[in-house]
């Protein structure tokens, strides 16, 4: 009886808002507006920081890195959901959901890190200014960027390798929007408390471990802060790494309120997942990329002038 409830996958079916039609027109409109946004947002900070010579700092290349994170991460993501709210057919192959799979969680992961890195980076330029330079040289912050890389990459190499060796029941219903791992884990027929403890360690070294580190670096921020007497210069320094804490708490926020909200014995057991818990997920995964460059150019001096100087040469150059 257990091999005959098992079988083969080849296709899965992305239920996402198919129960709910006029709103998926809606939201592929509004999800095709902000993928342009985020493709110009942080294709432009990309440029920037590699055209102009003043943002030639660990700051920005980390800054670079981010936003060059967030175009593969929603490009992974957003033109399939948008391909499957025009289309009847809402399926997807059992390797194109591997590498999916395989590609969101390594992006995710690598922002956990590298926001970490960033953290770090606003540390030491404000609590050991004068050592700067030497904490954050080219041959520390480039190693730094490059491991955020490596650590998503080997995480979700290691994850999805554990999950698609599972063997999977009939159902071939995925009730997300994407190949999202814990949704691709409920298919499975066999015991994945394995695959559970794998994401325990996961989840703790890459998601913990950097919000611990951001957590430690802004409390030594905010108590030098704090030593400056005139409410100027408290004012100049907080806003050297207020861009960086705002994306920091839509970016944890999102992702606490999404896997650590309470939920009652009805939903556990439950394969449902609401509406309002698919659109959260589709805030996590499309909002905060677009808002990531918006912020940074509202909230910092050097990118203003940068994307004007940019602006000018590009348009006004003869």
């Given at each position: 009886?257990?091999?005959?409830?098992?079988?083969?996958?080849?296709?899965?079916?992305?239920?996402?808002?198919?129960?709910?039609?006029?709103?998926?027109?809606?939201?592929?409109?509004?999800?095709?507006?902000?993928?342009?946004?985020?493709?110009?947002?942080?294709?432009?900070?990309?440029?920037?920081?590699?055209?102009?010579?003043?943002?030639?700092?660990?700051?920005?290349?980390?800054?670079?890195?981010?936003?060059?994170?967030?175009?593969?991460?929603?490009?992974?993501?957003i033109p399939p959901l948008l391909v499957s709210f025009l289309s009847e057919r809402k399926t997807i192959s059992f390797s194109g959901c591997a590498v999916q799979m395989f590609l969101g969680l390594a992006m995710g992961t690598t922002?956990?890190?590298?926001?970490?890195?960033?953290?770090?980076?606003?540390?030491?330029?404000?609590?050991?200014?004068?050592?700067?330079?030497?904490?954050?040289?080219?041959?520390?912050?480039?190693?730094?960027?490059?491991?955020?890389?490596?650590?998503?990459?080997?995480?979700?190499?290691?994850?999805?390798?554990?999950?698609?060796?599972?063997?999977?029941?009939?159902?071939?219903?995925?009730?997300?929007?994407?190949?999202?791992?814990?949704?691709?884990?409920k298919l499975a027929c066999a015991d994945i408390s394995g695959n559970e403890f794998i994401m325990l360690v996961a989840t703790t070294l890459f998601i913990l471990t950097p919000l611990l580190l951001i957590i430690v670096s802004y409390?030594?921020?905010?108590?030098?802060?704090?030593?400056?007497?005139?409410?100027?210069?408290?004012?100049?320094?907080?806003?050297?790494?207020?861009?960086?804490?705002?994306?920091?708490?839509?970016?944890?926020?999102?992702?606490?309120?999404?896997?650590?909200?309470?939920?009652?014995?009805?939903?556990?057991?439950?394969?449902?997942?609401?509406?309002?818990?698919?659109?959260?997920?589709?805030?996590?995964?499309?909002?905060?990329?677009?808002?990531?460059?918006?912020?940074?150019?509202?909230?910092?001096?050097?990118?203003?002038?940068?994307?004007?100087?940019?602006?000018?040469?590009?348009?006004?150059?003869?």
């Amino acid at each position: 009886m257990e091999w005959e409830n098992q079988t083969v996958l080849v296709e899965l079916f992305l239920k996402g808002l198919s129960g709910y039609p006029k709103l998926e027109l809606l939201f592929f409109v509004l999800i095709l507006m902000m993928y342009v946004v985020i493709l110009l947002g942080n294709g432009t900070l990309i440029l920037i920081s590699i055209l102009d010579s003043h943002l030639h700092t660990p700051m920005y290349l980390f800054l670079g890195n981010l936003s060059f994170l967030d175009i593969c991460y929603t490009t992974t993501s957003i033109p399939p959901l948008l391909v499957s709210f025009l289309s009847e057919r809402k399926t997807i192959s059992f390797s194109g959901c591997a590498v999916q799979m395989f590609l969101g969680l390594a992006m995710g992961t690598t922002e956990c890190v590298l926001l970490g890195m960033m953290a770090f980076d606003r540390y030491a330029a404000i609590c050991n200014p004068l050592r700067y330079s030497v904490i954050m040289s080219k041959d520390c912050y480039v190693p730094m960027a490059a491991a955020s890389w490596f650590s998503g990459l080997v995480n979700s190499a290691v994850q999805t390798a554990f999950v698609v060796q599972l063997p999977f029941c009939r159902n071939n219903v995925i009730n997300h929007f994407s190949c999202e791992i814990l949704a691709v884990l409920k298919l499975a027929c066999a015991d994945i408390s394995g695959n559970e403890f794998i994401m325990l360690v996961a989840t703790t070294l890459f998601i913990l471990t950097p919000l611990l580190l951001i957590i430690v670096s802004y409390t030594l921020i905010i108590l030098s802060i704090l030593k400056i007497h005139s409410s100027e210069g408290r004012s100049k320094v907080f806003s050297t790494c207020s861009a960086h804490l705002t994306v920091v708490i839509i970016f944890y926020g999102t992702i606490l309120f999404m896997y650590m909200k309470p939920k009652s014995k009805e939903t556990l057991n439950s394969d449902d997942l609401d509406a309002t818990d698919k659109l959260i997920s589709m805030f996590y995964g499309v909002i905060t990329p677009m808002m990531n460059p918006l912020i940074y150019s509202l909230r910092n001096k050097d990118v203003k002038v940068a994307i004007t100087h940019l602006f000018n040469r590009c348009f006004f150059s003869k």
